[in-house]
């Protein structure tokens, strides 16, 4: 009678945790400034909804966080939903504005902790010009490297 939990108990197990977890993030839903995510734009929420949301969003922020994969796929996601939000035409842009898009909350809805730092596909302008000089070097290097084979190959059949 006293040995492991059987899978019922261990599913009982998970629920009560679960609800300890809700119940939890229901009292932080209360609280002004608990972790970024108010009941903004959630009105008419009942509470147990609102940290049931609370909870479905920090697993999935955690999920995303401990995979390599999800993460690169998640970042490379989110960079693409801006990138297309801000195409949107310019008699649109009064609906679609870019600055008015909280970056912080739209991160979080691709399971990311925070917003990338760079959106763009590679940062600032120097930096962009710096790694094309890197490819521009890597491409000499390679076709001076083909030049010798070459001249060598000459020299093997007495050219």
Known sequence: ????????????NRGSEANAHAAAAAAAA??????GFENEGLAGAK???????LLLQRQLIQTVAGDQELSRLALNAFRSFVRAYTTYPSSLKHVFHVKSLHLGHLAASFGLKEAPKK????????????????GQKANVKKQKQAWHKTAQAAAAMGL
Not at 30 to 35: A, C, L, N, Q, T
């Open 1 to 12: 009678a006293g040995g492991a939990p059987s899978q019922r108990q261990r599913s009982e």
């Open 30 to 35: 209360g609280k002004k400034g608990s972790g």
């Open 47 to 53: 509470p147990e909804q609102v940290a049931a949301a």
């Open 119 to 134: 959106i763009g596909a590679g940062g600032s302008a120097a930096e962009r010009k710096k790694r094309k000089l890197e």
